[in-house]
């Protein structure tokens, strides 16, 4: 019998679109400090395309589910890192889609009518420049990787060691 991850930090995007790519080059930042033991045992890190079924049964089983995504917002300043707590709101911003199809917000919702929410949901999203074809990012967003991953470093330590509370969403699409 698996034993559930208490974290779980998953990277919503897709690489082949620029910016949009976020989500994953941020996971794999955090399996190179894994691998090196510079997280805590049982963290689980994957990545996803942002579908909602499987956004849900990738958080399913998890007391925290930490998302990293790419972001629109307006006014935009590319590599701003937004930290969301869906989970502590009546309502997330559903209705906007992303490159992904339906969005991160559709995702939050299905789950939370369906009661699959994690106890803790925390999105960590980047706004992006450029969600063209093409690998790589823009050099705004490559800028705020680690900016962006040592804050979620200190998140899972944050969700080891008990609640605590988040920022109020904004003006914000996933």
Known sequence: MAISPRVTVIGVGNEFRRDD???????????????????PAGIRLVCCDGEPGR???????????????????????????????????????????????????????????????????????????DGSLGTGLTPAVAAAIGPLTERIERDIARCLAGPRGGATPRNVRL
């Open 21 to 39: 790519g976020v989500g994953p080059v941020v996971v794999a930042r955090l399996r190179e400090r894994a691998a090196h033991g510079g997280l």
């Open 55 to 129: 956004l849900i049964d990738l958080w399913e089983g998890a007391e925290t589910a930490l998302v990293v995504d790419a972001a629109h917002a307006h006014p935009g300043r590319p590599g701003r890192i937004h930290r969301l707590e869906p989970t502590r709101y009546e309502a997330w911003r559903a209705g906007t889609a992303s490159s992904h199809g339906l969005g991160l917000g559709e995702a939050v919702e299905l789950a939370r009518a369906l009661d699959r929410l994690p106890r803790r949901l925390v999105v960590h999203a980047v706004e992006g420049a």
